[in-house]
């Protein structure tokens, strides 16, 4: 995946480790500069970033789907980029913040002791150019084997 995304990509967001995470209200304009970069978007999950832990909600995604057998690379970001938008979408505005911390011991230790959830609230997403994602695939094909 891209180590290095554009400015314009990358605007507004953490890096951690290898991994981007754009705070909720940046995430779109992320999505919309991706698109024009020509980087296609495999989804992504919230995670909540404190200065010594990171907690991933991997069941809070929005990804996108494979790449069609025929479909250009064009098409193919259009898509994806547009399927993780609008389910990203969808996740934020069903996304109970202070269920999640309930539900979840740790992180709720971390808010009773005075953390800020929402200023840790984050999406990870992951944006490929077209030679990382066929890199990608192939090396699923090998790992499958």
């Avoid at 400015?7 to 290898?18: F, Y």
């Avoid at 995470?21 to 304009?29: C, E, H, L, V």
């Avoid at 990171?54 to 929005?62: H, V």
């Avoid at 250009?72 to 996740?91: A, G, I, P």
């Amino acid at each position: 995946m891209a180590n290095i995304l554009p400015v314009e990509v990358s605007l507004g967001a953490s890096l951690r480790g290898q991994e981007y995470g754009w705070p909720i209200r940046a995430f779109p304009a992320a999505i919309a500069a991706a698109e024009r970069y020509n980087l296609a978007c495999l989804g992504g999950q919230i995670q909540f970033r404190f200065e010594n832990a990171i907690y991933e909600a991997y069941w809070l995604t929005a990804n996108s789907s494979e790449r069609l057998p025929q479909e250009l690379w064009s098409e193919y970001v259009r898509r994806s980029c547009r399927e993780v938008e609008t389910k990203f979408n969808d996740l934020v505005a069903t996304l109970d913040v202070q269920r999640v911390i309930n539900e979840w011991p740790a992180l709720d230790a971390l808010v009773t002791a005075g953390s800020d959830p929402l200023e840790a609230l984050v999406f990870v997403a992951y944006f490929v150019t077209e030679p990382e994602y066929i890199s990608l695939r192939c090396s699923d094909k090998d790992t499958a084997r």
